[in-house]
């Protein structure tokens, strides 16, 4: 097996599937000396650790205030706003400061690549007080 057929294995995602959030919903409020719970949704595709190559699968990347989506060609890059969760997690605590702040998840496959057709959760914003 070559470099390209590594790359291209779990890519493709089917017509049906949908990443969501359960919570925070949109525009929802937060104090901030709590921490907040975000629950990962995903419907007709299941979840896996990163590294793991099944079929139809993927983890979770959870975007914070970014401007604009990184590149859906390439790996989906790691910072202090777009946060891993290769090992399968489908729920985190955040902290985050006062003030407005946009939420969005993007699933990967084994290799951090979003997949084909990719699968993007609605723009949440969320208030902490």
């Not at 291209?8 to 921490?35: C, H, M, W």
């Not at 989906?76 to 290769?86: C, M, R, T, V, Y």
């Amino acid at each position: 097996m070559g470099d390209d057929d590594l790359l291209t294995i779990n890519r493709i995602s089917p017509e049906n599937a949908e990443l969501y959030f359960i919570q925070p919903k949109d525009g929802e409020v937060f104090k901030n000396d709590k921490p907040i719970i975000v629950q990962f949704g995903l419907r007709g595709m299941g979840v896996a650790p990163a590294g793991v190559a099944i079929a139809e699968t993927g983890h979770h990347h959870l975007l914070i205030n970014q401007r604009s989506l990184p590149d859906l060609l390439k790996p989906i890059p790691a910072s202090a706003e777009i946060l891993h969760f290769g090992g399968g997690q489908t729920e985190a605590q955040l902290t985050l400061p006062s003030g407005k702040h946009t939420l969005q998840l993007l699933l990967g496959n084994q290799y951090h690549l979003p997949h084909i057709p990719p699968l993007i959760s609605e723009l949440i914003t969320i208030v902490v007080h």
